[in-house]
């Protein structure tokens, strides 16, 4: 399995921006997504972006234009670059790697068994 961690959560206030950070084991498959969830408490999680390696990439309706996925080094570094925050933001950001498979939208509803995930990096944003 991918290992994956997070990191560059922490808090912010409403209007600014923040960059995470999810550093890959490599992701050997010719093709993968690497996505974004989130998770607030006492909410499920949900799918923020994702990036194939080519870099064809997918967003949810809520962060469409205010987050940017990119990866830094193919197969070992990604990022999400989260501007105009809000406090509806604030949440437990995950990545998770789907080697072998392209990024779809019905992935961001509902994941997949079979994903790699992280452990987590956590986003406040204050009003």
């Known amino acids: 399995q991918v290992q994956l961690v997070e990191s560059g959560g922490g808090w912010v206030q409403a209007g600014g921006s923040l960059r995470l950070s999810c550093e890959a084991s490599?992701?050997?498959?010719?093709?993968?997504?690497l996505y974004w969830f989130r998770q607030a408490p006492g909410q499920e999680r949900e799918g923020v972006a994702g990036?194939?390696?080519?870099?064809?990439?997918i967003y949810s309706d809520s962060v469409k234009g205010r987050f940017s996925i990119s990866q830094g080094v193919r197969g070992k570094l990604f990022y999400l670059d989260m501007n105009d925050l809000k406090p509806a933001d604030t949440a437990t950001y995950y990545c998770?790697?789907?080697?072998?498979?392209?990024?779809?939208?019905?992935?961001?509803?509902?994941?997949?068994?079979?994903?790699?995930w992280g452990q987590g990096t956590k986003v406040t944003v204050s009003s």
């Open positions: 998770a790697a789907d080697p072998g498979y392209g990024c779809y939208y019905s992935a961001l509803e509902k994941p997949e068994w079979r994903y790699s």
């Open positions: 490599e992701l050997r498959a010719n093709f993968y997504c």
């Open positions: 990036i194939e390696q080519h870099g064809r990439d």
